[in-house]
């Protein structure tokens, strides 16, 4: 008679189902976090715009397979939504470097956005048609507040921010998309002096030659604020 197998040797081994992350920290391989997957989107949108962002490329730039990525994000349009709100996180100045005037806060807050979607060009885009997320909000409550205790009136607030908000996206999308060569400038401005009677005023200002654009987005900022400061006196 043949010898009992023990219930050790009988029984079936388990299926278990690992996830992509464990199968990556036994290969030696950096482990996918929604952190890393975040800043890798931010790095290919940067590298090729809205259009090259698929899960595929996402996931080849990680090394791992596009399945993986579901493990840690629900899919391609809330990668943009998180990508979008990490390009635009807010770094407030230490607490010393805070402006007295509440202009001067006004004017730093706007700057830093539009620094950080130029930095980021795709997002000047995304930003009116994507869902706010964390850091987004915070920049507007921070402007909302340092309006509301400027002495803008409630009634007026929202006004003041879409305004704001128009300027620096409208600002942006121009700067990042009207890059014309010195010589390309030189040639628009020949033309317009050529036909100096149908065009006196731009010829005379010599718009198509005004390449100053931080300089520009400064002193426009300072027209609309000029407008909110009768409010906050």
């Known amino acids: 008679m043949a010898a009992k197998r023990s219930s050790t040797e009988t029984r079936k081994p388990r299926r278990t189902v690992s996830s992509p992350q464990s199968a990556q920290q036994r290969n030696g391989e950096q482990p996918l976090s929604l952190q ?39 899919n391609k349009e809330k990668v943009f939504d998180l990508a979008l709100d990490a390009a635009l996180q807010h770094r407030a100045p230490p607490q010393a470097a805070l402006a007295l005037d509440w202009r001067e806060d006004v004017v730093r807050q706007l700057e830093d956005w539009r620094v950080c979607m130029l930095r980021h060009p ?15 909000l915070g920049r507007l409550e921070l402007l909302s507040a340092t309006l509301s205790r400027a002495g803008v009136a409630d009634a007026d607030l929202n006004v003041a921010i879409w305004s704001l908000w128009n300027y620096v996206i409208g600002a942006t999308v121009t700067r990042a998309n009207f890059d014309r060569s010195d010589d390309d400038q030189a040639a628009a401005q020949k033309r317009v002096t050529g036909l100096n009677e ?32 009768t409010e906050g006196k």
């Open 122 to 136: 795709w997002s000047a885009s995304l930003l009116p048609r994507r869902a706010l997320g964390p850091n987004i």
């Open 36 to 74: 890393r997957i975040v800043a890798t989107a931010v790095d290919l949108l940067d590298a090729e715009g809205v259009d090259g962002l698929t899960m595929r490329r996402l996931a080849d730039r990680l090394g791992a397979g596009a399945m993986s990525l579901y493990w840690h994000v629900e």
């Open 198 to 229: 149908r065009y006196p005023t731009i010829e005379r200002s010599r718009l198509l030659l005004d390449s100053d654009w931080d300089g520009t987005f400064r002193k426009g900022l300072d027209f609309l604020i000029g407008g909110l400061a």
